[in-house]
């Protein structure tokens, strides 16, 4: 198993494919392996790079009450450069997009395209869910992590998704448990976090993808990146929820890979 160093932390990295290097950074309580659906695909044209973030997956990490969205963009940095890439496509899920937008902005050097799916800028300009859906997202530590899925799960994944497919993103997670120590310290990392009076900054070209179904990290989030952000492009799918990558997997990818093709070949 490959390493990087930072802060403390010894970040779980691998990579599969060859050519243009591709870091996908996932979301909240989830290892890298719930990018299953979406890492083969893109691995058949570029070199894939997935880490866990700190708190989750094979992540080692020191205790903490609270990791912050700039730490663990500090976090991906060290493993571009323990992957030897000086830059790379970023690609960033829910907190994710967060972590991607923060490494961009201080790292922008690292960055040849910026990719944010079912994701917000933070802060007070974000538009929040539901109060039901916000006390699910902060006591749902207190159920079985089974339990705490399904409860989810009305508010995370399209209406039209099959069972089957939710069934089998829950047979990857269960695969390698939550401490609830690890998704504390994510979510409170995301508290007070913002980088939306800085995203005029940004001038990577920058793909914007939302389910037009979430209920979690709800679709105006995705308007406020696009106008934000200079030239970004949206793309809003309507039988998708905040796991898009599940609910409309093939949409997902081709957007993704248009993006990325793109910018390869200016």
Known sequence: MAFAENRGAQIHWTSLGRGTP??????????????????????????????????????????ALVHRVSHMAEDVAAVLKAAGESNAHVVGFSMGGMIAQQLTIDHPERVRTLSLLGTHSGGIWAMQASAQVRHLLFTKNRMSQE?????????TYARGTP??????????RLAEPLTPRGYEAQLYGLIGWSAYLQLPRLTCPTLVVHGLQDELILPANSRV???????????ELVDASHWLMTDQTEAVVEALLAHIDHADRR
């Open 225 to 235: 990146l696009a106008e934000r952000i200079p030239g970004a492009k949206l793309i």
């Open 22 to 63: 591709v870091v996908l950074i996932m979301g909240l309580g989830c290892s890298s392996a719930l990018w299953f659906r979406v890492a083969p695909r893109l691995a058949k044209t570029h070199r894939v790079i997935l880490l866990d973030n700190r708190g989750v997956g094979k992540t080692r990490t020191p205790l």
């Open 147 to 155: 339990d705490s899925l399904r409860a989810m799960r009305p508010y």
């Open 163 to 172: 069972d089957v497919l939710f069934d089998e993103d829950m047979l990857v």
